[in-house]
């Protein structure tokens, strides 16, 4: 078996202003395997690394992301709750973030936040994020998840070499034949509802299993015994220990 790869979610965001480069940079000292981001995209069609649909909980600003341009969101600091150890952070662009994936030869999560306008489209987040993926050679090292998993079909449908997960809350029933409906590659449930034979179906369907967000010590050995594909975590560092002490 392989081992369970270590992604620090949103970073190795437990220590460092969660979805910045001192965040991803911690990640990478901590001897992640790689991370999870969340991406928007701006006024100004740039896809930028952001949690929230709008900058007010991260940043000393306010207001909607897709309501500024890249531009004016470079000005603000995302150091929210780490202002003492991190003076200043700005929020990165995917390709920021593709670039040291590929300088240090990472595995990344791209979480999509996709929105759905008023004419019930979404807005062409996920298609705008693969075609940057594509273009910087990283098919192969980079997972798109979402919640929405019709944006994640469509997604797999324009570029069927993309990786793609189904995020999910609760239980899924027979969640293997789920994702292989949605031609999905992974399921990305909560850590909660994972259990050894959910991840030996999806195996045996060759549906992945890589489990959210996963920060208690008891609960990353459960996931490693569980024989989930990857670990989410805000403590990198700890899911590295863990599992080099269980799966050396
Ligand atoms: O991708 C795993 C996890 O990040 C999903 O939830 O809200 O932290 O983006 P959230
Ligand atoms: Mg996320």
Not at 226 to 240: E, K, L, N, R, S
């Given at each position: 078996?392989?081992?369970a790869?270590?992604?620090?979610?949103?970073?190795?965001?437990?220590?460092?202003?969660?979805?910045?480069?001192?965040?991803?940079?911690?990640?990478i000292?901590?001897?992640?395997?790689?991370?999870?981001?969340?991406?928007?995209?701006?006024?100004d069609?740039?896809?930028?690394?952001?949690?929230?649909?709008?900058?007010?909980?991260?940043?000393?600003?306010s207001?909607?992301v897709?309501d500024?341009?890249?531009?004016?969101?470079?000005?603000?600091?995302?150091?929210?709750?780490?202002?003492?150890m991190?003076?200043?952070?700005?929020?990165?662009?995917?390709?920021?973030?593709?670039?040291?994936?590929?300088?240090?030869?990472l595995?990344?999560?791209?979480?999509?936040?996709?929105?759905?306008?008023?004419?019930?489209?979404?807005?062409?987040?996920?298609?705008a994020?693969?075609?940057?993926?594509?273009?910087?050679?990283?098919?192969?090292?980079?997972?798109f998840?979402?919640?929405?998993?019709?944006?994640?079909?469509?997604?797999?449908?324009?570029?069927?070499?993309?990786?793609?997960?189904?995020?999910?809350?609760?239980?899924?029933?027979?969640?293997?034949?789920?994702?292989?409906?949605?031609?999905?590659d992974?399921?990305?449930?909560?850590?909660?509802?994972?259990?050894?034979?959910?991840?030996?179906?999806?195996?045996?369907?060759?549906?992945?299993?890589?489990?959210?967000?996963?920060?208690?010590?008891?609960?990353i050995?459960?996931?490693?015994?569980?024989?989930?594909?990857?670990?989410?975590?805000?403590?990198?560092?700890?899911?590295?220990?863990?599992?080099?002490?269980?799966?050396?």
């Amino acid at each position: 078996m392989e081992k369970a790869k270590i992604l620090g979610h949103r970073g190795a965001s437990g220590y460092a202003p969660e979805n910045t480069m001192e965040a991803f940079r911690l990640a990478i000292q901590q001897q992640a395997d790689g991370f999870e981001i969340d991406i928007h995209i701006t006024k100004d069609g740039e896809i930028v690394v952001i949690h929230d649909d709008t900058i007010d909980r991260t940043s000393n600003g306010s207001g909607n992301v897709p309501d500024f341009t890249l531009a004016e969101l470079k000005q603000f600091n995302y150091n929210a709750g780490f202002e003492h150890m991190f003076p200043v952070a700005e929020i990165p662009t995917l390709k920021q973030v593709l670039e040291l994936v590929k300088t240090h030869n990472l595995y990344l999560n791209i979480e999509i936040k996709d929105i759905m306008t008023n004419t019930g489209k979404y807005d062409g987040l996920n298609l705008a994020a693969a075609r940057l993926v594509e273009e910087y050679e990283l098919v192969d090292q980079v997972i798109f998840s979402s919640f929405n998993h019709n944006s994640m079909a469509e997604l797999k449908e324009s570029y069927p070499e993309i990786k793609t997960a189904l995020l999910h809350f609760s239980k899924l029933y027979k969640g293997e034949a789920y994702a292989k409906s949605a031609k999905a590659d992974a399921l990305h449930p909560l850590f909660s509802v994972v259990d050894k034979s959910i991840v030996e179906q999806a195996h045996q369907a060759g549906i992945q299993v890589n489990a959210w967000t996963v920060n208690q010590e008891a609960d990353i050995e459960r996931m490693i015994e569980a024989g989930v594909d990857a670990i989410i975590t805000d403590y990198p560092d700890v899911g590295y220990r863990i599992r080099e002490s269980r799966q050396s």
